[in-house]
């Protein structure tokens, strides 16, 4: 059974840093890719940016280029996602989830099968 724990949400002030970590188990990822979403109250679900597990090849949304960054640990089984100079906007539960890789980047809800629970990011002004 594939799970996925995130970790690492909190209360940050503004132009903080954060980084949430994405435990995945059950099944072997390499042929996967892991994105992260997020959602703020009162708004879709918003994607962020994905990783190629096995390649390690990232692809970021526009507006989150620059300041987000996607990593994976191999030995851990566990993906990242470092969020600097934060701001209130940022503030939103952030989701991680696992899609079987295809020939294009996965950017869509529908493109992912396994979510996580989410964690809450909180940015204060």
């Known amino acids: 059974q594939v799970q996925l724990v995130e970790s690492g949400g909190g209360l940050v002030q503004a132009g903080g840093s954060l980084r949430l970590s994405c435990a995945a188990s059950?099944?072997?990822?390499?042929?996967?890719?892991m994105g992260w979403f997020r959602q703020a109250p009162g708004k879709e679900r918003e994607f962020v940016g994905t990783?190629?597990?096995?390649?390690?090849?990232?692809y970021y949304a526009d507006s989150m280029k620059g300041r987000f960054t996607i990593s994976r640990d191999d030995a851990k089984n566990t993906v990242y996602l470092q969020m600097n100079s934060l701001k209130p906007e940022d503030t939103a539960v952030y989701y991680c989830a696992a899609g079987t890789r295809r020939n294009r980047w996965l950017r869509t809800r529908n493109d992912y099968d396994y979510w996580g629970q989410g964690t809450q990011v909180t940015v204060s002004s």
């Open positions: 059950g099944r072997t990822f390499s042929s996967y890719d």
């Open positions: 990783i190629n597990w096995l390649g390690g090849g990232t």
